[in-house]
């Protein structure tokens, strides 16, 4: 039973960490954080994952309810959010978001600093939402379950913002080519998986899966 238990809690941390995919988020959070202090870089870490947490628990709690009230099967979701996911991974491996993020007003909040585009679609993205929603599908998982996997999502954000407090390390120790590296390698992941789970929405949605 514990080993049982075990397996299932390192298979949801690990899903949920790749959709996550912190590593994408380290050229955002430094572009973004590259005329704070340290504390203030914290802060912009901690508002970037508890903003994402915020939406993802959102989509747990109500997600597949306000698909069905609108009548939006799941695989159409599933469609769409991989179709965001993609345009999104594309713009990582063109650099086009790191551009985004260096046009932030240089007044700009830590709060803004942390929504847009880092807590969203960076950290929570349509792949985020999506696996949430299906981890936690009404039809089969018990609010019980729905909770346990809710605080494996809380222990996920947790290591994310971790990566992103050590992100001043990695980048001294992988330089700007690292991580623009890391940051198109990112990219083609995200890009990947979007089309993989297209194909998948495709097949479901014509019934030859």
């Known amino acids: 039973m514990e080993?049982?238990?075990q397996t299932h809690f390192f298979y949801e941390v690990v899903t949920l960490l790749a959709v996550l995919d912190p590593t994408a988020a380290i050229p955002i959070f430094l572009t973004a954080t590259a005329s704070l202090s340290r504390r203030q870089s914290l802060k912009v870490a901690a508002y970037a994952a508890g903003t994402a947490f915020l939406v993802l628990f959102f989509f747990i709690?109500?997600?597949?309810?306000?698909?069905?009230a609108l009548k939006i099967p799941m695989t159409s979701f599933q469609l769409a959010g991989s179709i965001v996911l993609l345009l999104f991974?594309?713009?990582?491996?063109?650099?086009?978001?790191?551009?985004?993020v260096s046009?932030?007003?240089?007044?700009?909040?830590?709060?803004?600093?942390a929504v847009y585009p880092l807590a969203i679609p960076t950290i929570a993205g349509a792949g985020s939402m999506l696996t949430v929603v299906l981890l936690t599908d009404n039809?089969?998982?018990?609010?019980?379950?729905?909770?346990?996997?809710t605080s494996?999502?809380?222990?996920?954000?947790?290591?994310?913002?971790?990566?992103?407090?050590?992100?001043k390390w990695i980048f001294s120790v992988v330089g700007r080519p690292g991580i623009e590296v890391m940051s198109r390698v990112s990219g083609l992941?995200?890009?990947?998986?979007a089309v993989h789970n297209m194909i998948i929405a495709a097949k479901l949605s014509f019934g030859l899966a």
Not at 89 to 100: M, Q, S
Not at 103 to 113: D, E, F, K
């Open 152 to 167: 494996r999502l809380a222990i996920s954000l947790a290591i994310v913002f971790g990566v992103l407090a050590l992100s």
């Open 139 to 149: 039809n089969v998982r018990t609010i019980g379950e729905q909770a346990i996997t």
């Open 189 to 193: 992941i995200l890009a990947s998986i």
């Open 61 to 68: 709690c109500v997600g597949q309810h306000l698909l069905q």
């Open 3 to 5: 080993s049982s238990f």
């Open 89 to 100: 991974g594309v713009k990582l491996v063109l650099g086009r978001v790191a551009e985004e």
């Open 103 to 113: 046009a932030i007003p240089s007044n700009a909040t830590l709060a803004q600093r």
